[in-house]
């Protein structure tokens, strides 16, 4: 196998010109310093937000205090008030609240994980600190929904993968990618930088989806320049809507009628995102979300 000679080429191995990687880390890095900002101005910084039948909890990272949920199952300690320990207190608040009937996933910001490996998961799903046949059972009588933005990357784009495999409705803006293996490498003088590798993840259909996930109801507007309008994203009206016509009041919590979500157009089968991350990462809210989604299909 002939080795690159230069940088370049090891972009161009990815699929990428060299000039399209470099405005995809641009254009990243923009979005990465605006998303935040914008969110804020229209939801402020609160996580939890409710409209009409709709509550939406914004869920940032999937980087877990792991020592603190280690010693919780060892029953050594209390339950962590991390991400995953606010997620799920959004999740009771809502279940418990007789107007709301939705709960949607605010993944806009969301900037991934950092577990290495993993190959098997077993999940707590209630969570009782017990891994046991009850984590089969339903655990929210919720319709479930979820928010993205080319921000999120890495297991923020797994999540909706997941999600949309399972026939939870997606909105918002294509997810920013981010389902390769990287490489780190070393340069000749020394320095670091960080590739996609060969090996990637895929949607059920084997679907590669490193250049993000198509919402199946589009949400990005444009300001009168012709420039991305990030504020459309935060229409909790909008979402609200949605949801309740997805899932009518009258009838159970239930998965959506299957015409009733637009398939959104697949994506690009390009090789690695230049400036993609570890997509396998530990995605424990991901595995929760789905396998509570598949339970209530059988139940």
């Not at 603190?68 to 320990?85: H, Q, S, V």
């Not at 939705?102 to 910001?109: P, Q, R, S, W």
């Not at 919720?142 to 409705?169: I, Q, T, W, Y």
């Not at 993609?276 to 990462?281: K, L, N, Q, V």
Request: hydrophobic share 35%; glycine share 10%.
């Amino acid at each position: 196998m002939k080795q690159p000679d230069s940088l370049g080429d090891l972009i161009k191995g990815t699929g990428y010109p060299f000039n399209e990687a470099f405005l995809k880390a641009m254009d990243r890095q923009t979005i990465m310093q605006t998303m935040p900002e914008v969110r804020k101005a229209q939801w402020g910084e609160e996580k939890y937000h409710k409209y009409g039948s709709t509550a939406v909890f914004s869920f940032n990272t999937f980087m877990l205090d792991f020592e603190g949920w280690k010693a919780f199952y060892a029953g050594t300690g209390e339950r962590p008030d991390d991400e995953l320990g606010l997620l799920l207190d959004a999740l009771k608040q809502a279940d418990v609240d007789p107007e709301v009937r939705n709960f949607v996933f605010d993944l806009t910001c969301n900037t991934g994980s950092d577990q290495i490996i993993t190959s098997v998961f077993d999940v707590d799903t209630n969570p009782d600190g017990v891994f046991d046949e009850k984590d089969h059972e339903k655990q929210y009588d919720l319709n479930f929904g979820v928010l993205e933005s080319r921000f999120a990357f890495s297991c923020g784009n797994l999540f909706p993968c997941l999600a949309k495999d399972n026939g939870v409705p997606l909105f918002g803006d294509r997810s920013g990618g981010g389902s390769c293996s990287i490489y780190h490498c070393l340069s000749a003088e020394g320095q670091m930088f960080v590739l996609s590798s060969n090996m990637r993840l895929a949607d059920k259909d084997g679907n590669n989806i490193d250049s993000g996930i198509e919402p199946d109801y589009p949400m990005l507007g444009e300001d009168a320049e012709g420039d991305p309008d990030y504020t459309t994203l935060f229409d909790l009206e909008y979402i609200d809507k949605t949801m309740n016509e997805l899932f009518p009041e009258e009838e159970e919590s239930s998965e959506p009628d299957e015409s009733s979500v637009p398939e959104a157009g697949k994506p690009d089968d390009k090789g690695g995102n230049p400036n993609t991350g570890a997509a396998a990462g530990f995605a424990v809210i991901a595995v929760i979300a789905a396998a509570g989604i598949v339970f209530r299909k059988r139940s």
